[in-house]
């Protein structure tokens, strides 16, 4: 029985990884190989190189995992940031976040749904879907687009006792917000921004992830689960 980590080479894999390793079996996909080889090492476990600009047809993907493994759990850490205004944003731009955010979860979920009886799949929104922020269209998006994608397939596979989530935070440390939260000011302004003001961690998400993976949440599906210090729901005085 495995754990399926994509992106688990984030900072959110990782930890993810990490997490999941102590009890259970992985099997890890992402687009570096030696970083992905190095942690196979590390948890003894099988990985797949993904390239989805040039994806193999699902019916092969699928058979990365072997056929007879049982997958119980499918996480999806692959994703990216783009705040831009609109009118200065390029196709090409379009096209990569909507392929690294929306595509990536449409790719790894059709291919592996129908071997995931009784499992738990997830996958990662932004508050920027729920609450309109500007100059961040196509990210917006993209996620709206996984939480739509989320609701329909959770009906879809209800039947199978398949649980499909997402998990919609606000701005973390990771590599992808390096660059926004490059400067004291920018962490600054970033904090105030939220009800409770802090920058978000890893640390804030995995105790919902061990939940959403495990079958305390066995009557959980189809939902997003904001984890963003109140931003996209409340505006106290
Ligand atoms: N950090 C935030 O502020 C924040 C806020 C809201 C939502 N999220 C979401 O949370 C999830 C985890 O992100 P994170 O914070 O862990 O960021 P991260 O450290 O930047 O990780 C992003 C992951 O996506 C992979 N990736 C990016 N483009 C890819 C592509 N074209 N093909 C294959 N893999 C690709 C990266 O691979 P490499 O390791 O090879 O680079 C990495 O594993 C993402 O869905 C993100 O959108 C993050």
């Known amino acids: 029985m495995v754990y399926i980590i994509a992106g688990a080479?984030?900072?959110?894999?990782?930890?993810?990884?990490?997490?999941?390793s102590k009890n259970n079996e992985l099997f890890l996909i992402?687009?570096?190989k030696e970083k992905i080889l190095n942690m196979s090492e590390k948890y003894d476990c099988k990985y797949a190189i993904i390239d989805l600009n040039n994806p193999l047809p699902q019916r092969e993907f699928k058979n990365v995992v072997e056929p007879d493994v049982e997958i119980?759990?499918?996480?999806?850490?692959?994703?990216?940031?783009?705040?831009?205004?609109?009118?200065?944003?390029?196709i090409d731009e379009y096209n990569e976040v909507i392929n690294t955010n929306l595509f990536s979860s449409f790719y790894?979920?059709?291919?592996?749904?129908k071997r995931m009886k009784n499992g738990s799949a997830l996958f990662f929104s932004s508050v920027a879907a729920s609450l309109g922020l500007s100059n961040h269209e196509v990210i917006s998006a993209a996620k709206s687009?996984?939480?739509?994608?989320?609701?329909?397939?959770?009906a879809t596979y209800s039947k199978d006792n398949l649980r499909i989530n997402a998990i919609a935070p606000s701005i973390m440390d990771s590599n992808m917000s390096k660059k926004i939260l490059?400067?004291?000011?920018?962490?600054?302004?970033?904090?105030?921004?939220?009800?409770?003001?802090?920058?978000?961690?890893?640390?804030?998400?995995?105790?919902?992830?061990r939940w959403l993976m495990s079958n305390d949440s066995d009557w959980v599906t189809g939902q997003?689960?904001?984890?963003d210090g109140g931003l996209s729901k409340i505006k106290p005085r």
Do not use: W
């Not at 790894?108 to 749904?113: C, D, K, N, Q």
């Not at 009800?195 to 961690?201: C, M």
């Not at 997003?224 to 984890?227: M, S």
């Open 9 to 20: 080479s984030g900072v959110l894999g990782s930890a993810i990884a990490e997490d999941l």
């Open 30 to 32: 992402g687009r570096d």
């Open 72 to 90: 119980k759990g499918l996480i999806n850490c692959i994703g990216s940031i783009l705040i831009k205004p609109l009118h200065g944003t390029s």
């Open 108 to 113: 790894l979920l059709s291919t592996f749904a």
């Open 145 to 154: 687009g996984i939480e739509g994608f989320v609701r329909s397939a959770a």
């Open 182 to 209: 490059s400067t004291e000011q920018a962490i600054e302004i970033s904090k105030s921004m939220h009800p409770i003001p802090k920058i978000g961690t890893y640390n804030d998400i995995l105790p919902v992830v």
């Open 224 to 227: 997003t689960i904001n984890i």
